[in-house]
């Protein structure tokens, strides 16, 4: 097994250093000595006779089909700046062997349909992105999996199901998605070891700068890349990090299900990791000082966020992350149209469903998933006046002072409205 400190040159050692050099100075020479990657548009590679390609199998050379930092043997030939990306994430997680694929989406999904047997059981948690809960509740029953659902941070309840049932892996993000609860990583990996069960966390909110799931204990650590690290909103992309022995398993599964990461693609997701660490500093500023100003504000009645001390897991994120991320999830005090209200009134965010991009973005978890009867909403928390404000790059001054003039042009309190689904608001 390779040592991960040979993936990353003497020369480097910070977060900030790596994510600008780490896959270009491992392997740019191999074919040009441009300093930015060029973008390779073939599906394949051909090798100078069998006896390379033999060769390749048994990882005895380097070739662009293999990751050009690991000599991955793979079935499927990557370009080059698919492997520097590799050699990129493979250094910032501090993994053995990292898997490009084309969304985050496809990334969980491939994680758990090859690591979780046909009969097999999850354990997740209720807050979460909703796509991910969706597919472990209605798609994986068809293969025999089952699941249980717990609060992230219940901690009794996931010791009770491992210790009592074969349990196959406890999958959880840290920070949760929209209410930032915080996972001990550490704890919760000591527990499902013991019984055999793999944990792979979903990182994409804290970013491998401001977490190291790995090195915390979990076995495999997800990422959508669409969100920090490509960090424009111009490129879909998820990635999986992990042991080489788990990485291979899941490559196998991907390479029948496809979701290949394109050469543009894979590109794009080079040149935001560059910046990475200069948008997530600035981010993480900006959402902890908004927090704060947004705890003091009359007219917000609640806001999550790990970085305040008032947060329920505000200990277990000052011991496991370094930053604690670009989003803050916060309730105005009021109902569905007040908060309609505040967010049209905003000026600098976009109304968009995604995060972690330049630009800020806020939305309502009400009207976003408008198609979910409120009932159903509500069970997992999401209230009509629940508002998620992903902060970009703009300076910090500028986005206060919008979110003040939006939050004074809404009143504390109006008229009760009907929240049913179709609505007119006047």
């Avoid at 979460?128 to 009794?156: V, W």
């Avoid at 690290?229 to 390479?255: T, Y």
């Avoid at 105005?332 to 309609?340: A, H, K, P, R, Y």
Wanted: aromatic share 6%.
């Amino acid at each position: 097994m390779e040592d991960v400190n040979k993936l990353k040159p003497s020369f480097l050692s910070s977060d900030e250093s790596l994510a600008v050099h780490a896959g270009e100075r491992l392997g740019r020479e191999i074919v040009t000595n441009s300093i930015t990657i060029p973008i390779v548009s073939t599906t394949t590679y051909f090798y100078k006779n069998s006896s390379e390609l033999i060769d390749s199998k048994v990882q005895k050379i380097r070739s662009l089909s293999l990751s050009l930092s690991l000599s991955l043997s793979l079935s499927l030939s990557l370009s080059l700046s698919l492997s520097l990306s590799l050699s990129l994430l493979i250094a910032l997680e501090g993994a053995e062997s990292t898997l490009v694929m084309a969304s985050g989406m496809c990334a969980s999904t491939v994680v758990l349909l090859a690591m979780v047997p046909r009969g097999g059981h999850i354990v997740t948690t209720t807050d979460c992105y909703k796509e991910t809960r969706m597919f472990i509740e209605t798609f994986l029953p068809k293969l025999g999996i089952t699941a249980t659902l717990i609060d992230s941070t219940d901690i009794a309840g996931l010791q009770a199901i491992v210790n009592n049932h074969e349990v196959s892996m406890f999958f959880t993000e840290s920070p949760t998605n929209p209410f930032l609860r915080c996972v001990d990583i550490k704890l919760v990996s000591e527990i499902c070891h013991k019984r055999g069960t793999l944990v792979c966390i979903d990182g994409t909110i804290a970013t491998p700068l401001n977490q190291k799931a790995l090195a915390l204990g979990a076995d495999l650590v997800i990422q959508s890349a669409t969100k920090y690290i490509g960090g424009h909103n111009d490129v879909l992309a998820g990635c999986i990090s992990g042991s080489m022995k788990l990485v291979s398993e899941i490559r196998n599964m991907h390479n029948l299900l496809g979701g290949t990461l394109s050469p543009n693609a894979a590109y794009l997701l080079i040149r935001g990791i560059k910046t990475m660490h200069l948008r997530v500093k600035q981010q993480n500023s900006t959402a902890l000082r908004m927090a704060h100003v947004l705890e003091a504000h009359p007219k917000v009645s609640r806001v999550y966020y790990p970085g305040l001390p008032n947060h329920p897991e505000h200990h277990i994120a000052k011991r496991q992350m370094t930053g604690f991320g670009g989003l803050v999830t916060f309730e105005i005090d009021g109902d569905l149209e007040t908060t309609i209200k505040f967010i049209d009134s905003l000026k600098i965010p976009y109304i968009a469903t995604s995060f972690g991009g330049c630009e800020s973005f806020v939305d309502q978890p009400a009207t976003r998933n408008w198609d979910v009867p409120q009932e159903e909403r509500l069970k997992y928390g999401h209230k009509d006046n629940l508002v998620r404000f992903s902060f970009g790059v703009e300076d910090f001054e500028d986005l206060k002072a919008d979110i003040l003039q939006a939050l004074e042009t809404t009143p504390t309190k109006t008229s009760s409205v009907s929240h049913q689904n179709g609505a007119v608001f006047d």
